[in-house]
């Protein structure tokens, strides 16, 4: 999901007005807190890709399924491979 701007700046504004009513130095923990929830909040909601190329050093077979005939493993073998997930 697309990272959503408008939200964090709502909740960076609420965790000032929170802080206003705190009396000090009690403001500065609350603000320091609020601040870290709204970052938090905000990074969690991204959704991150990313593709990896590396090498496999068992390698590549090279064998052919039709008609069957074995084929030499030759290697280094290039793998690549995406993948897809959240920020915890």
Do not use: C, H, W
């Not at 074995?70 to 997930?85: M, N």
Request: charged residues 5%; proline residues 7%; neutral net charge.
């Amino acid at each position: 999901m697309a990272l959503n701007k408008a939200t964090l700046a709502i909740e960076i504004e609420n965790a000032f007005r929170t802080s206003q009513t705190d009396s000090f130095p009690a403001s500065r923990t609350t603000l320091a807190n609020g601040l870290a929830l709204a970052i938090y909040n905000y990074l969690i909601q991204a959704t991150v890709s990313t593709n990896v190329t590396g090498t496999a050093s068992g390698g590549v077979n090279t064998s052919i399924l039709s008609p069957p005939a074995p084929g030499p493993i030759t290697a280094p073998a290039t793998v690549v491979a995406t993948g897809l997930g959240t920020l915890l």
